[in-house]
């Protein structure tokens, strides 16, 4: 169902609130560049220091910059389970094409209490879900029975996979059902998570090179692994520069450097230390983004 570089985008600010004109304009540079998907209110997105309003009009917003012609997948996840409910109805009922659920962070729930979230987050709504595991920023690991009895129901239709551990990847393919989409978390990954048999990636370095990673995913699903490979090394060092500190600090940062949103971000996020800022406009420079 959803496939391709998919972009967690950016929420650019001003002036303390967000600014809409640089989202729409980020998005359709996005569209315009090959991305196949785009993901508002993820952790890149800086969904943690959104105000409900906020994240709501966030996800509006795209949906009406879009207007179909890419799937919106809406990050609404949450720790609290009926938070995420709530985000989530709210996308369902502005017109979302699916949704993008974190594994509850910091509560960090057991593998039955993680079934029993998305179990109740999937009855209440009727749209697509792709459960989210990134067990480094949640502390806690969505195993792959746990994933392999969620896939069973209606409306989980995938997953985004930021372990970076292909053997969990390999268990995952192996006992979900033909059909459920497992996804890279991490653009590191990409190449070898497809090789695997994933469908894509919901990419941090989409937002500054979206076109090569399109490209790179095409590759890949065309079997020219050659130009797939090439493209796997000529992204690493962007992947590389996208953390050089906590995301999005690198890529809010890198897309100020091109004159695409202001460089805002919110507290507890802070601006890079200069020695960081050098290394990641040498980066960007090299690739020919400066």
Not at 133 to 160: D, F, Q, S, Y
Not at 162 to 179: F, H, K, L, W, Y
Not at 221 to 234: I, K, N
Not at 245 to 273: F, H, Q, S
């Amino acid at each position: 169902m959803f496939r391709g570089s998919i972009v967690a985008i950016v929420t650019p600010f001003k002036d303390g609130k967000v600014d809409e004109g640089a989202f729409r304009d980020l998005i359709e540079f996005q569209i315009g560049m090959g991305t196949d998907g785009i993901v508002p209110c993820g952790t890149t997105g800086e969904s943690a220091t959104l105000s409900y309003e906020e994240h709501e009009r966030v996800v509006e917003v795209a949906i009406e910059a879009v207007d179909k012609r890419v799937p919106v997948i809406a990050g609404t996840g949450s720790n609290s389970t009926a938070e995420t409910i709530m985000l989530t109805k709210h996308a369902e009922r502005a017109g979302a094409d699916g949704a993008l659920l974190i594994t509850p962070y910091y509560n960090k729930p057991t593998q039955e209490g993680l079934y029993q979230h998305y179990r109740a987050v999937s009855e209440e709504v009727d749209l697509p879900l792709i459960l989210y595991n990134v067990p480094g920023r949640t502390g806690v690991n969505l195993l792959p029975e746990t994933v392999a009895r969620l896939a069973e129901l209606k409306n989980i239709v995938g997953i985004k996979e930021a372990t970076g551990d292909m053997n969990q990847v390999s268990r995952i393919i192996e006992m979900c059902p033909e059909g459920f989409t497992v996804l890279s978390g991490d653009d590191f990954t990409t190449f070898p998570l497809m090789c695997l048999g994933g469908k894509g990636v919901i990419s941090v370095t989409a937002n500054i090179a979206p076109k090569d990673m399109a490209s790179l995913v095409d590759a890949l699903e065309a079997g020219d692994m050659d130009e797939a490979r090439r493209l796997h090394y000529r992204l690493l060092p962007l992947h590389r520069a996208m953390f050089i500190e906590t995301n999005p600090i690198p890529v809010k940062t890198a897309l100020a450097m091109m004159g695409r949103i202001e460089e805002e971000l919110r507290l507890p996020l802070v601006p890079m230390a200069p020695s960081n800022r050098e290394r990641l406009k040498k980066a960007l420079t090299d690739y020919g983004l400066l």
